[in-house]
C-alpha cells in the first residue's frame, strides 16, 4: 500500500486515478486535434490549450472525487460505477458551461470541450471496463497465506475477502484448524510447503500469543525467499484507517513510529487553523443573522447554546453551538447523547445539524485556542469519566486539541453509544499517530465534500 497525506491507499487505486488522469488529458487532445487539425499544434503549445487540458483534466478528476469513483469501496456494482460516471460528467458539463460564460479565454477552441465531453464519457466508460477486468487477472493479484486464530485473523481474512481493491487473495489461513492448530509444530508445518513450491507472495502473521509458537525459523526463510512477512496488526491499520485499542501494548506505544507532537507541528496547525477559521468568520457572517431568524421563529429560547467540553490536557472549556434543540432538552434525563430520531431536536435544528451550519459559532473557539480546526470532537466532562474507565487509552485523544472536524468524524458516523466511542477513539488514535498538515489538509478537503453531498460519515 502507497501512502499519500498519511493516509495509506493500494497501489491498485494509484493506477486508476493515474490511468483515468492520463485518459482525460488524450481525451481533450484528441478532440482538439479533431476540431483544429494542423492548427492544433499553434493551439496546444503556443495558445496555453495543453494548460487549459490540464485544469480541466484536474476539474474533471475532482468531479470524480466527490461522487468517490475513486472509493471502491462505495461502487457496489457496475451499474452504481456508470450512474456515477454520467454523475461527474453531467457535473463536468455544467461547470464547464459556466467557467465558458465567465472566462472566454478559458475555451481551446469552438467546440472543443463538448467534442472532448463525448469523447470522454466513452473513454471513461472503456477504461473503467479494463481496470474492472485488469483487477481479476491472477498475474496481478498476491497470494496471500493468514498465519494465526481468533477475532483479529478473522477481522483481517473478512476484510482481505470483501475489498477486492486491495488485490490480495487469501489462500490459506492456518486459524481455520481451529485454536488447536496453533503449535509452533504445526504453523511450522502449514509454511513448509509454501515455500518449496512458491505458492505464496505474503504472509500475514496474526497470532495473539506468539510466545513459544511462532515459526521463527521458518519465516525467516520465506522472507529470504523474497516473500513478504507482515503483522497484522500493522496492515488492518493501513486498510482500516484507525488503530485497535485491543491490540494496544504500552510497548507498541513506546517503539511505535508516530506520535511526534513536536512545536513544530503545533505550531503549523495552529496557524493553519486560526487563518481558516478567520477566513470563514467573514464569509458566514451574512449568514449568522439569518439562522439566529430562523432559531427565533422556530423554537423559543436562545439563539446561542454554550455547553462544557474538554479540551487538550483536560482543559475544560465552553463550546459554543447554534441552538438545535428545545431549551429544557436535559431537564428530565440529565446529559445524554443525541440520536439520529431525538425528538428534542427542533425542526430548524434538524435541518442545521445535518448542513453542520450549527458548528459555526465553533470558529470562534478555533479563534480563541480552545480548538483547533482538525481533531477529535470534544467530549463533555460528564462522558469522559465513564468512558476513560470504559475504554482503555480513552485519554489519548486529549493530547491535541478538539476540533470542529477530524479523521473519525469523516470516517465513521456519530457517536452515541459506548461502542460507537471506542470505534471513534480507533480513529481518532491513528490521527494523533499520523498527524500532520498534510493531513489536516485532507481532512477539511474530506469534510467539504461531507458538507456540500452529504456522502461519508456523518
Known amino acids: 500500500m502507497v501512502r499519500l497525506f498519511n493516509v495509506y491507499y493500494p497501489a491498485r487505486t494509484l493506477v486508476l486515478i493515474a490511468g483515468e488522469g492520463v485518459v482525460v488529458c488524450l481525451s481533450f487532445v484528441v478532440a482538439v486535434i479533431f476540431q483544429l487539425g494542423p492548427d492544433s499544434y499553434i493551439a496546444l503549445n503556443y495558445e496555453g490549450g495543453f494548460l487549459k487540458i490540464l485544469g480541466v483534466t484536474g476539474l474533471t478528476m475532482l468531479c470524480a472525487y466527490y461522487f468517490d469513483l475513486y472509493d471502491l469501496q462505495r461502487l457496489p456494482s457496475r451499474g452504481e460505477t456508470y450512474f456515477r460516471l454520467l454523475m461527474q460528467l453531467a457535473t463536468l458539463s455544467f461547470v464547464l458551461a459556466a467557467l465558458a460564460m465567465l472566462f472566454p479565454r478559458f475555451l481551446v477552441a469552438q467546440g472543443v470541450f463538448l467534442v472532448g465531453l463525448v469523447i470522454l464519457t466513452f473513454a471513461l466508460l472503456g477504461w473503467r471496463a479494463v481496470y474492472a477486468w485488469l483487477l481479476r487477472q491472477p498475474l496481478l493479484r498476491e497470494r496471500v497465506y493468514v498465519l494465526g486464530g481468533g477475532e483479529r485473523a478473522q477481522r483481517l481474512v473478512q476484510a482481505l475477502r470483501t475489498r477486492n481493491e486491495l488485490g490480495m487473495d487469501v489462500i490459506g489461513w492456518v486459524g481455520a484448524m481451529g485454536n488447536g492448530s496453533l503449535t509452533r509444530d504445526n504453523l511450522a508445518n502449514a509454511l513448509q510447503p509454501l515455500r518449496d513450491a512458491k505458492a505464496v507472495d505474503r504472509v500475514i502473521v496474526a497470532l495473539s500469543d506468539r510466545r513459544g509458537t511462532m515459526p521463527v525459523r521458518e519465516l525467516l526463510d520465506l522472507r529470504l525467499s523474497n516473500v513478504k512477512v507482515e503483522e497484522a496488526t500493522g496492515l488492518l491499520e493501513k486498510i482500516n484507517g484507525k488503530i485497535e485499542v485491543e491490540e ?51 423554537s423559543p429560547g436562545p ?58 459559532p465553533q470558529l470562534w473557539n478555533v479563534f480563541k485556542g480552545d480548538m483547533g480546526f482538525v481533531g477529535p470532537r470534544p467530549e463533555r466532562p460528564e462522558f469522559i469519566e ?73
Open 248 to 298: 494496544l501494548h504500552p510497548s507498541w506505544l513506546i517503539f511505535s513510529d508516530g506520535f511526534r507532537l513536536n512545536g513544530s507541528i503545533i505550531f503549523g496547525r495552529r496557524v493553519m487553523s486560526w487563518l481558516i477559521s478567520a477566513a470563514l468568520l467573514v464569509l458566514v457572517l451574512p449568514l449568522l443573522p439569518l439562522i439566529a431568524l430562523l432559531i427565533k421563529l422556530t
Open 303 to 360: 439563539v446561542l447554546y454554550k455547553q462544557k467540553r474538554v479540551g487538550r490536557n483536560g482543559h475544560v472549556f465552553f463550546c459554543y453551538k447554534f441552538r438545535t434543540m428545545r431549551p429544557d432538552a436535559e431537564a428530565d434525563t440529565g446529559p445524554t447523547w443525541a440520536g439520529d430520531d431525538d425528538p428534542r431536536i427542533t425542526k430548524i435544528g434538524r435541518i442545521l445539524r445535518s448542513t453542520r451550519l450549527d458548528e459555526i
Open 386 to 458: 465513564w468512558l476513560s474507565r470504559e475504554i482503555p487509552y480513552y485519554n489519548l485523544r486529549h493530547l491535541v486539541r478538539p476540533g470542529i472536524t477530524g479523521w473519525a468524524q469523516v470516517s465513521y458516523q456519530y457517536g452515541a453509544s459506548l461502542e460507537e466511542s471506542r470505534e471513534k477513539l480507533q480513529y481518532d488514535l491513528y490521527y494523533i499517530k499520523n498527524i500532520s498538515m498534510a493531513f489536516d489538509l485532507y481532512i477539511i478537503f474530506q469534510t467539504v465534500k461531507i458538507v456540500l453531498f452529504g456522502r461519508g460519515a456523518k
